[in-house]
């Protein structure tokens, strides 16, 4: 087996460019931003396009389902074609596609442009966190980088329910497609400024085409079992066929993966030597489930229950993005003292304690100060909490080789959690609800859904507990090493310890 670095990792006195971590939060930003930016523009984007009612959901869907597909592709890519180049593709897809969704005459036009978004997303996110793996040394410069990533994407998420409603009323829903275009073209100039031009010893590697094929069939086939179960329900055979079928496949990626010699997904990532890894993306899935859904559930409960308008919806969650920003604050400047387990088990609970209290306050004449601003705070304040120690956790022990793979391993845990999470929690707030409309039944079936919402938090704070294993030392020295074609690199030497190897490649 040859071993290439297309992307070396610096030494750790080398000081990342200024353009670089800019470049990375925008990244993080838009990807978040267009999850949740179209939905409150949806019945205009219908209404003008001339949408048959059960094709709107596509224009949402259709992101999703590109998105959760290819993430693992666009994570191993960029370790083998080079991240600035990956980078700079997706940006190019990305804003193409914005700008064909803006121009879109047709409903199948605005669909296909939100697909190859997705795509230009999925090649986008896994690139944002490897670059801050690989240009941050371990310790505070590496956890404030890591905390602004995880406040970007909260904040895209919550900003883009807050700008969905602003440019729907005030524009026009082609403005939440287009405002992507100049972000996009700002971004691509930095990147040229900001991240590194992509270096390659020795001959490429062969790319993982079977593994490639099996994993985004596989997980495009999940994602739209999932995201269809309100339509056809769990039970239906459509449903069962899916989900059977995605099953199958990504059983025989797994098949697959344990017989490469360049695998897609190294399975070693998620064994015993990488328990910090393991309990990321088993964090990652659950905490989304309930994150993602809790968004859902908010908004609609602003609006149906409450009365409140788009733009008055998005405002209400300007305090979730205050605590967002206050825990990963906290966490950042405590994440070497405390060490990553401990955070992310309080975040967790804390985060659930936030959803309980939506689950006991939620009905029909709830008023934003009684029933959406404490819990709004607390439970943002947890989640932000998260974001440093998991973003770590994920690429602890991670050969700089194998970043991309590692990060693509997390973004897809967290997609795959959303639409999951998303997926249930409907069918319990439908079934708590039952054949009620009124303001009263809404609100007990949203009051079901936050309550799962917090349980699957504390599941992932327990989860954490027992997978994690000992903290990790996210301050521990780098010392450099030879990859096996004689370039340099550095490497966390405290990941060596953790995990009880002995690397006969350490300098």
């Given at each position: 087996?040859?071993?290439?670095?297309?992307?070396?990792?610096?030494?750790?006195?080398?000081?990342?460019?200024?353009?670089?971590?800019?470049?990375?939060?925008?990244?993080?930003?838009?990807?978040?931003?267009?999850?949740?930016?179209?939905?409150?523009?949806?019945?205009?984007?219908?209404?003008?396009?001339?949408?048959?009612?059960?094709?709107?959901?596509?224009?949402?869907?259709?992101?999703?389902?590109?998105?959760?597909?290819?993430?693992?592709?666009?994570?191993?890519?960029?370790?083998?074609?080079?991240?600035?180049?990956?980078?700079?593709?997706?940006?190019?897809?990305?804003?193409?596609?914005?700008?064909?969704?803006?121009?879109?005459?047709?409903?199948?036009?605005?669909?296909?442009?939100?697909?190859?978004?997705?795509?230009?997303?999925?090649?986008?996110?896994?690139?944002?966190?490897?670059l801050?793996?690989?240009?941050?040394?371990?310790?505070?410069?590496?956890?404030?980088?890591?905390?602004l990533?995880?406040?970007?994407?909260?904040?895209?998420?919550?900003?883009?329910?807050?700008?969905?409603?602003?440019?729907?009323?005030?524009?026009?829903?082609?403005?939440?497609?287009?405002?992507?275009?100049?972000?996009?073209?700002?971004?691509?100039?930095?990147?040229?400024?900001?991240?590194?031009?992509?270096?390659?010893?020795?001959?490429a590697?062969?790319?993982?085409?079977?593994?490639?094929?099996?994993?985004?069939?596989?997980?495009?086939?999940?994602?739209?079992?999932?995201?269809?179960?309100?339509?056809y329900?769990?039970?239906?055979?459509?449903?069962?066929?899916?989900l059977?079928?995605a099953?199958?496949?990504?059983?025989?990626f797994?098949?697959?993966?344990?017989?490469?010699?360049?695998?897609?997904?190294?399975?070693?990532?998620?064994?015993?030597?990488?328990?910090?890894?393991?309990?990321?993306?088993?964090?990652a899935?659950?905490?989304?489930?309930?994150?993602?859904?809790?968004?859902?559930?908010?908004?609609?409960?602003?609006?149906?229950?409450?009365?409140y308008?788009?733009?008055?919806?998005?405002?209400?969650?300007?305090?979730?993005?205050?605590?967002?920003?206050v825990?990963?604050?906290?966490?950042t400047?405590?994440?070497?003292?405390?060490?990553?387990r401990?955070?992310?088990?309080?975040?967790?609970?804390?985060?659930?304690?936030?959803?309980?209290?939506?689950a006991?306050?939620?009905?029909?004449?709830?008023?934003?100060?009684?029933?959406?601003?404490?819990?709004?705070?607390?439970?943002?304040?947890?989640?932000?909490?998260?974001?440093?120690?998991?973003?770590?956790?994920?690429?602890?022990?991670v050969?700089?080789?194998?970043?991309?793979?590692?990060?693509?391993?997390l973004?897809?845990?967290?997609?795959?959690?959303?639409?999951?999470g998303?997926?249930?929690?409907?069918?319990?707030?439908a079934?708590?609800?039952?054949?009620?409309?009124?303001?009263g039944?809404?609100?007990?079936?949203?009051?079901?859904a936050?309550?799962?919402?917090?349980?699957?938090?504390?599941?992932?704070?327990?989860?954490t507990?027992?997978?994690?294993?000992?903290?990790?030392?996210p301050?521990?020295?780098l010392?450099?090493?030879?990859?096996?074609?004689?370039?340099?690199?550095?490497?966390?030497?405290?990941?060596?310890?953790?995990?009880?190897?002995?690397?006969?490649?350490q300098g």
């Amino acid at each position: 087996m040859v071993n290439v670095n297309p992307n070396p990792r610096p030494g750790p006195d080398a000081r990342p460019g200024r353009w670089l971590l800019p470049v990375l939060l925008t990244v993080q930003f838009l990807v978040s931003l267009d999850m949740s930016v179209v939905n409150i523009a949806l019945p205009d984007m219908g209404d003008d396009l001339g949408f048959a009612p059960d094709a709107l959901l596509w224009v949402v869907n259709a992101y999703a389902l590109a998105f959760g597909g290819l993430l693992m592709l666009g994570g191993r890519l960029a370790d083998l074609v080079g991240r600035r180049r990956i980078l700079t593709w997706g940006f190019a897809v990305f804003g193409a596609a914005s700008l064909a969704g803006g121009l879109a005459l047709a409903p199948g036009q605005l669909i296909a442009a939100r697909a190859v978004q997705g795509a230009g997303a999925a090649a986008l996110a896994p690139v944002a966190l490897a670059l801050i793996t690989v240009h941050y040394a371990a310790g505070p410069a590496r956890s404030r980088a890591l905390g602004l990533w995880g406040v970007s994407g909260a904040l895209g998420g919550a900003v883009g329910i807050m700008a969905g409603g602003l440019l729907t009323d005030w524009v026009g829903w082609r403005s939440v497609m287009l405002i992507n275009v100049p972000v996009v073209l700002a971004a691509l100039l930095a990147a040229r400024r900001g991240i590194p031009a992509d270096r390659r010893t020795g001959p490429a590697p062969r790319p993982d085409i079977t593994g490639a094929l099996l994993v985004t069939a596989g997980t495009t086939l999940l994602v739209l079992g999932l995201v269809r179960t309100e339509t056809y329900g769990w039970g239906s055979g459509t449903t069962l066929a899916t989900l059977g079928g995605a099953a199958a496949l990504l059983a025989a990626f797994v098949a697959v993966e344990a017989r490469k010699r360049e695998p897609l997904l190294r399975l070693g990532l998620l064994g015993t030597a990488h328990r910090p890894v393991l309990s990321a993306n088993v964090f990652a899935l659950l905490m989304s489930s309930g994150q993602f859904a809790a968004f859902y559930f908010t908004s609609l409960h602003l609006q149906q229950v409450m009365g409140y308008g788009p733009t008055a919806a998005g405002a209400a969650f300007l305090p979730f993005c205050a605590g967002i920003v206050v825990g990963s604050t906290v966490a950042t400047r405590t994440v070497a003292r405390l060490g990553e387990r401990t955070l992310l088990v309080a975040g967790g609970l804390l985060g659930a304690a936030g959803f309980g209290w939506f689950a006991l306050t939620v009905e029909a004449g709830s008023t934003f100060l009684g029933s959406v601003l404490g819990p709004s705070l607390v439970a943002s304040v947890g989640i932000g909490l998260c974001f440093v120690p998991l973003g770590t956790s994920a690429t602890s022990g991670v050969a700089p080789e194998e970043t991309g793979m590692a990060s693509g391993l997390l973004n897809s845990s967290r997609q795959l959690g959303g639409s999951l999470g998303l997926a249930v929690l409907v069918t319990v707030a439908a079934s708590a609800t039952g054949q009620g409309r009124g303001r009263g039944a809404l609100a007990e079936g949203y009051a079901a859904a936050f309550a799962v919402s917090a349980g699957l938090l504390v599941a992932a704070a327990l989860a954490t507990a027992a997978l994690h294993g000992r903290r990790t030392s996210p301050i521990a020295p780098l010392r450099p090493a030879k990859t096996p074609t004689g370039e340099e690199t550095s490497k966390n030497f405290g990941d060596d310890v953790e995990t009880g190897v002995s690397r006969s490649t350490q300098g």
